[in-house]
């Protein structure tokens, strides 16, 4: 059966909930806009994104969108408001085995993560490294990333959840919130779908021959944010569908940290900066902005700013210095 699909956007703790089981992860998908019609079809019916490169770093690039994160960083901090970012590491960097023969990671690329961590430390950005919590997971038939698919699975989800879970409790000992509020996590249930990357690129015949995934996620649990007299969530995500609902990533948040968390995510074309701009206009960060941003992104396109027409929609783009101005005024305002 299709679950109702879920539309993306700003989500409070009350809605999470409910939002939980709502949303098949083909339906948020989305391509860059400029993106090659194409993936790479690897072995086993592992498909891989093929606009996301294999062989090119961009350092320029990378360093400009460390700074820019660097001034949302200091605009929030003014609000006394502090960021976290988790950068969600390459599908083909946790299954290069499965990658087609003649195709691998450049040496370049192999040392793509190491210098976008390494840059968001030097810039004092408050990151953590991935990689760890995606290996965990890889244990019998589970994996971190589903075959045929775009996005990390809700096993992964979870684990990176819990990573900066503990991150929070190292570093923020006095989170904000009462304890008891966080949610409860619903069984296991799995589903049998056709991966995005096959659904929005594959002809009929291949779809047939890769054939469906089983996504095994959570059934709704208890929101406990949605309490009476819990009171505002003290972390907010922002993000793409890889922090979706259906993937469970702000759920295991809220029940690792045992706090509500509310979310704003948009499908990846929107990109991360127009995204987080949204979370700042909305009269909940007016009111009661959270004590920790948590502003996820990916690797893949990191290196991409605001005015990067070959990654987002034409509505999203924007110049490095409007995205600056209009993030300032929002966290301001």
Request: glycine share 14%.
């Given at each position: 059966m299709t679950l109702p699909p879920l539309r993306p956007g700003a989500l409070t703790r009350r809605a999470l909930g409910a939002a939980a089981a709502s949303l098949l992860v083909a339906a948020s998908f989305a391509a860059p806009a400029q993106a090659q019609n194409t993936v790479i079809i690897g072995k086993g019916g592992w498909l891989f994104p093929g606009w996301e490169s294999l062989t090119t770093l961009d350092k320029p690039g990378i360093d400009k969108v460390v700074g820019l994160i660097a001034d949302t960083k200091a605009a929030l901090a003014g609000r006394n408001i502090a960021l976290i970012v988790p950068v969600v590491p390459l599908k083909a960097r946790s299954y290069a085995a499965n990658l087609p023969d003649g195709t691998r990671l450049s040496p370049e690329i192999e040392g793509q993560y190491d210098y976008i961590l390494g840059q968001l430390r030097q810039a004092g950005i408050e990151t953590l490294d991935l990689r760890p919590a995606l290996k965990s997971v890889e244990t019998g038939k589970q994996t971190a990333f589903y075959r045929a698919d775009y996005?990390?699975?809700?096993?992964?989800?979870?684990?990176?959840?819990?990573?900066?879970?503990?991150?929070?409790?190292?570093?923020?000992?006095?989170?904000?919130?009462?304890?008891?509020?966080?949610?409860?996590?619903?069984?296991?249930?799995?589903?049998?779908?056709?991966?995005?990357?096959?659904?929005?690129?594959?002809?009929?015949?291949?779809?047939?021959?890769?054939?469906?995934?089983?996504?095994?996620?959570?059934?709704?649990?208890?929101?406990?944010?949605?309490?009476?007299?819990?009171?505002?969530?003290?972390?907010h995500v922002v993000g793409n569908s890889f922090v979706q609902p259906y993937l469970g990533f702000p759920q295991k948040l809220s029940s690792v940290i045992d706090r509500p968390v509310s979310l704003t995510w948009q499908p990846g074309n929107?990109?991360?900066?127009?995204?987080?701009?949204?979370?700042?206009?909305?009269?909940?960060?007016?009111?009661a902005p959270p004590q920790i941003v948590i502003w996820q992104f990916n690797e893949g396109p990191f290196h991409s700013g605001p005015e990067s027409p070959d990654q987002w929609d034409t509505a999203s783009l924007m110049s490095p210095q409007t995205f600056r101005d209009r993030m300032q005024q929002g966290v301001r305002r």
């Open positions: 996005h990390w699975t809700a096993w992964a989800a979870e684990a990176a959840a819990d990573a900066v879970g503990q991150l929070i409790k190292q570093k923020f000992p006095r989170l904000g919130g009462q304890p008891g509020t966080g949610d409860k996590l619903g069984q296991w249930i799995t589903q049998r779908n056709l991966g995005d990357l096959a659904q929005r690129f594959l002809t009929p015949e291949q779809q047939r021959q890769v054939g469906p995934d089983l996504f095994t996620v959570r059934a709704s649990g208890q929101s406990g944010g949605g309490l009476l007299g819990s009171g505002p969530a003290p972390v929107v990109g991360p900066y127009a995204t987080l701009l949204q979370f700042l206009a909305t009269p909940d960060f007016q009111r």
